[in-house]
Antibody, heavy 118, light 113 residues
Framework: EVQLVESGGGLVQPGGSLRLSCAAS????????MSWVRQAPGRGLEWVSV???????SSADSVKGRFTISRDNWKNTLNLQMNSLRAEDTAVYFC????????????WGRGTLVTVSS | DIVMTQSPDSLAVSLGERAAINCKSS????????????LAWYQQKPGQSPKLLIY???TRESGVPDRFSGSGSGTDFTLTISSLQAEDVAVYFC?????????FGQGTKLEIK
């Protein structure tokens, strides 16, 4: 079955770190563009980061310098290292897949909740 | 950044009636070299992740019922549900993928009247 399953969410204090993972099945993450999208409670969708086929990356200004997206081709997973977390980073984080050379998202995981609070 | 603005914020439509949701981008998302609009629509039901409905502004994703259609070009787009079904109650988002950051509209909540 083609799916994405996120893990690693939880409660973290402001200034802390967390690492999210997204396990892919039914396809290889190296063959697609992969991204993280987040949704604060009761709010809309916010694109966070992308990793391209050549492993170059791009991130939203709101997380630049704090979040790092990466890919582990051996484990077929997408990762998001989140440092210097703030209360405004509280959200459900979705892993999403995009077709090569396009940036609409044709497959989404169920999401993992990150709560930043003291 | 390209700002995506949807209207209305919420919409109540009777079963079997037509529903239309609008999306306006702050700059054109039409790429002249391939004449494609870099605009997608998603449906998100409560407690679920978003589901892709439409891409390239008007191409329906495989498995999406044909009552869903997308139209528009440049900066103005519309998602139309031709005959509303109970299972269409959801929040709908547009997204531009012309330029990073790949921004979304604020969402339109669709309910049954």
């Amino acid at each position: 079955e083609v799916q994405l399953v996120e893990s690693g969410g939880g409660l973290v204090q402001p200034g802390g770190s967390l690492r999210l993972s997204c396990a892919a099945s039914g396809f290889t993450v190296s063959s697609k563009y992969m991204s993280w999208v987040r949704q604060a409670p009761g709010r809309g969708l916010e694109w966070v980061s992308v990793i391209y086929s050549d492993d170059s990356t791009s991130s939203a200004d709101s997380v630049k310098g704090r979040f790092t997206i990466s890919r582990d081709n051996w484990k077929n997973t997408l990762n998001l290292q989140m440092n210097s977390l703030r209360a405004e980073d509280t959200a459900v984080y979705f892993c999403a897949r995009a077709p090569m050379s396009s940036w609409y998202f044709d497959l989404w995981g169920r999401g993992t909740l990150v709560t930043v609070s003291s | 950044d390209i700002v995506m603005t949807q209207s209305p914020d919420s919409l109540a439509v009777s079963l079997g009636e037509r529903a239309a949701i609008n999306c306006k981008s702050s700059q054109s998302v039409l790429y002249s070299s391939n004449n494609k609009n870099y605009l997608a629509w998603y449906q998100q039901k409560p407690g679920q992740s978003p589901k892709l409905l439409i891409y390239w502004a008007s191409t329906r994703e495989s498995g999406v019922p044909d009552r869903f259609s997308g139209s528009g070009s440049g900066t103005d787009f519309t998602l139309t549900i031709s005959s509303l079904q109970a299972e269409d109650v959801a929040v709908y988002f547009c997204q531009q993928y012309y330029l990073p950051p790949y921004t979304f509209g604020q969402g339109t909540k669709l309910e049954i009247k």
